[in-house]
């Protein structure tokens, strides 16, 4: 019997605060206080009491995430239009390496006529701020990348790694990438299917643990239909031409079926490495040096990915380094002209030109590349519905005809501990609105009995010595077309087959789609926290 699960618990959010994110929080609070300020001034004035009624009210309805509005709230709706026209008015809503480049050469220039004393004009532009405020080390890069650096290191005595650092947050963590072979494919028992959807778990169980770095899993699949040009001409070469008939068109039917549906998938694993206790301790227990990081990320990693083999979570595993790691970024930003498994690029130039001002559907790379990506809501999932563990499976190899998109899903995996506090505190609440309802013999649409039913199987599930921990995740899909007009096409279609996985909405990501490409790469972006 096929394994299930239920992803029905956070299809409504719980409490005042639920679902909020931090900057929605404190804008509430704000409010709140200026409310509760407002009628402390004049308690006993009926002005004050009705002002400081409406700032709370105003308050609260102004920061609650609204499924109408993609999950956001009217305060989030409002900041995101204006940091767009701030982004427009700034010049980054277009990131063109070229540019770029030359208006750090127009710098350098002119820092060197200064130096020597040389009369010289001083370079104007957007492009040119950017690169003054550069320190001369950093490479350019668009906005979604930050502040991003590489190290490579050797894996084992056959392989480097990639180690990148991010930067954008304080304190910095970091990534390394893994291309995976999944199971072999055929025909095989439904319990036997199941086993590397299972056994992931268990790797997530591993990660979790208090003494392990790894704080993020994201697992990434990249789908290519399949170019079958080369066949097509050696065919029309050695084709015999005394071939009967009907056999050719045989074959010539079989071909177009084949070029619908075949497709390439590339998957890949990036560890996030963002506990930064663990990782310290880690650290400290190798020869002191400035490579004390590096060599704790290296051996925590080959201790999860063996573990991940031997409990065929995958049937096997290398390391990408600093030159496949290119490859694999150009191919996700421009898939018409770099192949995924590219060598002639290298990180200090892998950044193509990214577009969002020719059209907010989209991001156009290159002029010809027009990239959309949407967001699976957590609350996404059809409500209380038991789905196959392998369900995603559709939305990865299940798109006909065939279209270049990507499925990636961050797991943000939580200690036993953690999770079982929250587990208890969503419980406790989920039973109070379930006795409040009865004691007043309100009926409701089953709502609460589902959220109910979820949190008491979370409890169940992670009971202490069950060896079951918490996740948060966050999950992606992305396509590329070679015209505008596709987008709206491919995305009804998408939509389609997501359904087929339990999905009942993806929220597209309109008007922010050139950062919203960094959660479609193996980076290990892409979750809030």
């Given at each position: 019997?096929?394994r ?87 010049g ?37 701020r950017?690169a ?28 480097r ?108 694993w990036?560890?996030?490495f ?12 190798q ?11 290296v ?56 577009d ?9 790379v ?14 996404g999932?059809?409500?209380g ?22 499925v ?22 989920d ?35 069950s ?5 948060k ?16 096409q ?17 929220y597209?990501l ?17 979750i809030?926290?």
């Open positions: 019997m096929a299930q699960v239920a992803l029905g618990g956070e299809f409504k959010k719980r409490g005042l605060l639920s679902g909020r994110s931090t900057p929605e929080q404190v804008v509430l609070w704000i409010g709140l206080g200026i409310a509760a300020m407002v009628v402390l001034m004049g308690m006993d004035q009926f002005f004050f009491l009705f002002a400081g009624l409406v700032i709370a009210v105003v308050s609260v309805v102004i920061t609650v995430p609204m499924n109408i509005h993609a999950g956001r709230s009217y305060i989030a709706l409002k900041t995101e239009s204006a940091y767009r026209a701030y982004r427009k008015h700034a980054l809503g277009v990131y063109d390496p070229v540019h770029e480049e030359t208006a750090l050469a127009s710098v350098q220039e002119y820092r060197a006529a200064k130096k020597n004393k040389k009369k010289a004009v001083r370079p104007r532009g957007f492009a040119v950017r003054e405020r550069r320190k001369e080390h950093v490479q350019p890069a668009p906005l979604m990348v930050g502040r991003l650096s590489v190290k490579e290191v050797d894996f084992n005595p056959r392989e790694l990639a180690v990148f650092r991010h930067a954008n947050c304080d304190p910095a963590f970091y990534t390394v990438i893994f291309e995976v072979r999944g199971s072999a494919g055929g025909v095989v028992e439904e319990d036997v299917e199941d086993i590397p959807h299972l056994d992931f778990g268990r790797v997530l169980a591993r990660a979790a643990r208090r003494t392990s770095a790894v704080s993020h899993i994201q697992s990434f699949t990249r789908s290519i239909p399949l170019d079958i040009t080369d066949h097509v001409s050696w065919l029309a070469d050695y084709v015999d031409p005394n071939a009967h008939g009907n056999l050719v068109r045989s074959y010539q039917e079989l071909c177009l079926q084949v070029e619908d549906r075949a497709e390439q998938h590339r998957s890949y990036v560890l996030r963002d506990n930064r206790t663990a990782l310290q301790r880690a650290a400290n227990a020869q002191p040096g400035p490579m004390a990081v590096h060599a704790a990320i051996q925590e990693a080959q201790a999860l990915m063996a573990q991940a083999v031997a409990h065929k979570a995958i049937r096997g595993y290398r390391a990408v380094d600093s030159q496949m790691a290119a490859g694999i970024l150009a191919h996700l930003q421009d898939p018409y002209t770099y192949a995924i498994d590219d060598t002639d690029l290298g990180l200090e130039t892998v950044w193509q030109k990214l969002q001002e020719q059209t907010p559907k989209a991001v156009v290159n002029n010809h590349a027009y990239t959309r990506v949407a967001y699976i809501p957590r609350d999932f059809m409500a519905s038991a789905l196959p563990v392998q369900a995603m499976r559709q939305l990865v190899s299940g798109i006909v005809p065939a279209v270049i998109h990507s990636s899903w961050v797991n943000e995996v939580v200690d036993a501990k953690e999770a079982r506090a929250q587990a208890m505190s969503d419980r406790t609440s039973k109070a609105k379930r006795h409040s309802d009865a004691s007043k013999g309100k009926i409701s649409d089953g709502t609460e009995q589902v959220m109910s039913n979820s949190s008491d199987q979370r409890a169940v599930d992670l009971t202490p010595g060896g079951h921990h918490g996740v995740w966050g999950a992606y899909v992305s396509f590329t077309v070679a015209s505008e007009e596709k987008l709206l491919v995305s009804t279609q998408i939509e389609s087959v997501a359904t087929d996985c339990g999905i009942d909405r993806l597209w309109d008007h922010r789609h050139d950062m919203a490409l960094m959660a479609v790469l193996p980076m290990g972006r892409g809030r926290t």
